[in-house]
T-cell receptor
Framework: GESVGLHLPTLSVQEGDNSIINCAYS??????FIWYKQESGKGPQFIID?????DKRQGQRVTVLLNKTVKHLSLQIAATQPGDSAVYFC????????????FGSGTQLTVLP | KAGVTQTPRYLIKTRGQQVTLSCSPI?????VSWYQQTPGQGLQFLFE???????NKGNFPGRFSGRQFSNSRSEMNVSTLELGDSALYLC??????????????FGPGTRLTVL
């Protein structure tokens, strides 16, 4: 079946450094991808999205890169801050009639002082 | 404007019981989706409702059901609870259904524990 997975379950970075969170997806027909951030006790929060006809999109301190050749998605966070500590999920939306989101397993990002 | 609200936030039930969870979407949003989140399976799609109609359904048994009211509020019901139903149940709302680029806004979730 289709799946979206993350390469690393945990990631620790020093405050001020850049963070890179990776995601592999298996459904080559997916045409839309989203990164969510989930803090403890809260629901997932939208960070940034990208359509399959793009390979890069930038937001405020975040950049998403999409490599369709190897079916890989990454989230880059610049100048990581303590408030960035959370679990990050990638999600894909398939091209079938259902079009629901399929989420990856998540990466726990910890920002060290 | 107010975000997605879910009630109750925490719930403890015993096996065999049934439970109803409630979700109030953001004002103006007509689509409500439900997800189950567990440490082992991650976030899994349950179903989506739009204009009181179920539009999509995930791979969950028939014990999981839902409905949507005319004011877009939604409820989900789980009957004959099993230990494995212990999870965080998340509701997400969006303006429309099925569109590729409809951003979903999540509520804080209802933490269900089945004893």
């Amino acid at each position: 079946g289709e799946s979206v997975g993350l390469h690393l379950p945990t990631l620790s970075v020093q405050e001020g450094d850049n963070s890179i969170i990776n995601c592999a997806y298996s459904n080559s027909a997916s045409d839309y991808f989203i990164w969510y951030k989930q803090e403890s006790g809260k629901g997932p929060q939208f960070i940034i999205d990208i359509r399959s006809n793009m390979d890069k999109r930038q937001g405020q301190r975040v950049t998403v890169l999409l490599n369709k050749t190897v079916k890989h998605l990454s989230l880059q966070i610049a100048a990581t801050q303590p408030g960035d500590s959370a679990v990050y999920f990638c999600a894909e939306r398939g091209s079938g009639s259902a079009r629901q989101l399929t989420f990856g397993s998540g990466t726990q990002l910890t920002v060290l002082p | 404007k107010a975000g997605v609200t879910q009630t109750p936030r925490y719930l403890i039930k015993t096996r065999g019981q049934q439970v109803t969870l409630s979700c109030s979407p953001i004002s103006g949003h007509r689509s409500v989706s439900w997800y189950q989140q567990t440490p082992g399976q991650g976030l899994q799609f349950l179903f989506e409702y739009f204009s009181e109609t179920q539009r999509n359904k995930g791979n969950f048994p028939g014990r999981f059901s839902g409905r949507q009211f005319s004011n877009s509020r939604s409820e989900m019901n789980v009957s004959t609870l099993e230990l494995g139903d212990s999870a965080l149940y998340l509701c997400a709302s969006s303006r429309a259904s099925g569109g590729i680029y409809n951003e979903q806004f999540f509520g804080p979730g209802t933490r269900l524990t089945v004893l």
